[in-house]
């Protein structure tokens, strides 16, 4: 399977979206040309808005169309969809109960030589406290097009973190998907690996087969909706396996390790240790650096399985 670049994905299938829907429309704050979305704006010129550098605005304008019976995809850096503009999504679009898909783009590490500044390792966090929003994270671009699709189908705001860059394909062209419920990549009986997007989804497939030649059966799973919370699927194999790793492109505080603590500390207490951000600001760096530095890589899922295990 060959790579594809997120963003580009991202744009075909609003365009095809699009045209069966008159309803889709994009906004972006000066970001056209970084996502791609420039290829929409051609092909429906009356349906594409650039707002500028003002992505409390970018969130304003959306609400308005999605009173006015739009369903308008706003995207920006992950960064400023969340920490900036994060009052008028909570009032505006979701306190208002109105229909706006927010994309935050280039989540945690992703966003590389865009430093500390515009590394967003805390959107799940603050996006986790709205009340009824979706959030969701695809791991690859055939999970992205099924979930976008059910996004722009349902009723109600979403928070999207997307990678712009290539990933790594994970799944086959037609696999199925569903907002709300996690995928199941391998079964297993020793412990439960839990992880969310593209670039840890993909470390924990080296993991899992790391553990396997060491003789450790790991059940994997993709949590790309971190809300709602597939939960009935996390207590079967927490209660399975009787251990839990997760792992995210995220701070732990907050995160899907957070998530999936609650859920467990209320129905089924389970050793469980998370790989993630510790408490730390995002810096300057390549991304293969920056995984190395912050320890999300398939090592440090290994390192922190053996240790659940361990106790």
């Not at 580009?8 to 972006?28: F, G, K, N």
């Not at 037609?174 to 995928?183: D, I, N, P, Y």
């Not at 899992?208 to 799973?221: F, K, S, T, V």
Request: hydrophobic residues 45%; negative net charge; aromatic residues 6%.
């Amino acid at each position: 399977m060959a790579t594809q670049e997120m963003r580009s994905v991202y744009v075909e299938t609003l365009i095809a979206l699009a045209e069966r829907d008159e309803r889709i429309m994009v906004c972006e704050a000066d970001l056209m040309r970084a996502h791609g979305t420039t290829k929409f704006a051609d092909r429906f010129p009356g349906r594409a808005v650039d707002v500028g550098v003002a992505e409390a605005n970018l969130v304003g304008v959306s609400a308005g169309l999605s009173l006015g019976g739009k369903i308008p995809f706003a995207a920006t850096f992950g960064c400023f969809a969340s920490r900036r503009a994060f009052d008028q999504f909570f009032l505006s679009a979701n306190y208002a109960r109105l229909n706006v898909k927010l994309v935050g783009t280039d989540p945690g590490v992703t966003a590389a030589f865009n430093g500390g500044t515009h590394m967003p390792f805390e959107d799940v966090g603050l996006m986790r406290m709205v009340p009824g929003l979706t959030i969701f994270e695809p791991a690859d671009p055939v999970s992205l097009r099924a979930l976008m699709k059910q996004s722009a189908s349902m009723w109600g705001c979403t928070y999207m973190r997307l990678p712009r860059k290539s990933v790594e394909p994970i799944y086959e062209e037609g696999e199925e998907f569903t907002l709300g419920k996690g995928k199941l990549l391998f079964d297993g009986d020793d412990v439960t690996i839990i992880a969310m997007g593209g670039l840890l989804v993909g470390e924990a497939i080296k993991a899992h087969e790391m553990l396997a030649e060491e003789g450790i059966d790991a059940a994997l799973i993709d949590m790309h909706t971190v809300k709602p919370l597939d939960e009935e699927l996390v207590l079967h194999h927490a209660r399975k396996s009787g251990a839990v790793v997760t792992a995210e492109n995220h701070q732990i505080a907050g995160g899907l390790g957070a998530a999936v603590a609650n859920c467990l500390s209320c129905a089924c207490p389970t050793p469980m240790r998370m790989v993630g951000i510790r408490d730390e600001f995002g810096q300057v760096g390549t991304q293969a650096w920056l995984q190395q530095h912050y320890r999300l890589t398939a090592d440090e899922i290994v390192t922190q399985v053996k240790d659940v295990l361990n106790k």
